[in-house]
T-cell receptor, first 115, second 113 residues
Framework: GAVVSQHPSRVICKSGTSVKIECRSLDFQATTMFWYRQFPKQSLMLMATSNEGSKATYEQGVEKDKFLINHASLTLSTLTVTSAHPEDSSFYIC???????????FGQGTRLTVV | GNSVTQMEGPVTLSEEAFLTINCTYTATGYPSLFWYVQYPGEGLQLLLKATKADDKGSNKGFEATYRKETTSFHLEKGSVQVSDSAVYFCALTANTNAGKSTFGDGTTLTVKP
């Protein structure tokens, strides 16, 4: 299957700082990328959908000014958590799909801890 | 909208026991169906998938059959091992929105020796 690489796998940051998470499709062109958030012992919650070259579509209740998403190329999307607070600590997972498959391919996830 | 309902957990089994984790879905059209596994502290791994009715996905001894008449995609394994202990997620993607996944709540499986 196609490979999606997410970086970093773990990050600890201080409250008030911003953190950027990268999601790369290594061997295919990702026309659409998705960002999910997973709280401990819970399922994945879709945060936003991004299409290459256009603004991301955020799910209801997700603050677009807090979670900045950029999808500037067909192989890279970034999620920036701005002015992070401890309640933003979570597991963030990206996925990517192309125009051919209904399946999305998932990154390894990023464990964010805000102290 | 689309939704996935999974059997509530946690599920605890002895090694070599038979496993069934129920999954039913609601979706318009003909979704693709997936089972993912998540080990502690790790991301999602695709376990198996089925893209049309009556398809059977299988991998590592796990199986699931896409049943359109019952809108189900139950996960089964004939003989579980301790190493199968993990969280299992049932998910779907709608053909009208390729790649956007809807997940069930997850079922935690613990296999004891």
């Amino acid at each position: 299957g196609a490979v999606v690489s997410q970086h970093p796998s773990r990050v600890i940051c201080k409250s008030g700082t911003s953190v950027k998470i990268e999601c790369r499709s290594l061997d295919f062109q990702a026309t659409t990328m998705f960002w999910y958030r997973q709280f401990p012992k819970q399922s994945l919650m879709l945060m936003a959908t991004s299409n290459e070259g256009s603004k991301a579509t955020y799910e209801q209740g997700v603050e677009k000014d807090k979670f900045l998403i950029n999808h500037a190329s067909l192989t890279l999307s970034t999620l920036t958590v701005t002015s992070a607070h401890p309640e933003d600590s979570s597991f963030y997972i990206c996925s990517a799909s192309d125009i051919v498959n209904t399946e999305a391919f998932f990154g390894q996830g990023t464990r964010l801890t805000v102290v | 909208g689309n939704s996935v309902t999974q059997m509530e957990g946690p599920v605890t089994l002895s090694e070599e026991a038979f496993l069934t984790i129920n999954c039913t879905y609601t979706a318009t059209g003909y979704p693709s169906l997936f089972w993912y596994v998540q080990y502690p502290g790790e991301g999602l791994q695709l376990l198996l998938k089925a893209t049309k009715a009556d398809d059977k996905g299988s991998n590592k001894g796990f199986e699931a059959t896409y049943r359109k008449e019952t809108t189900s995609f139950h996960l089964e394994k004939g003989s579980v091992q301790v190493s199968d202990s993990a969280v299992y997620f049932c998910a779907l993607t709608a053909n009208t929105n390729a790649g956007k996944s809807t997940f069930g709540d997850g079922t935690t499986l613990t296999v004891k020796p």
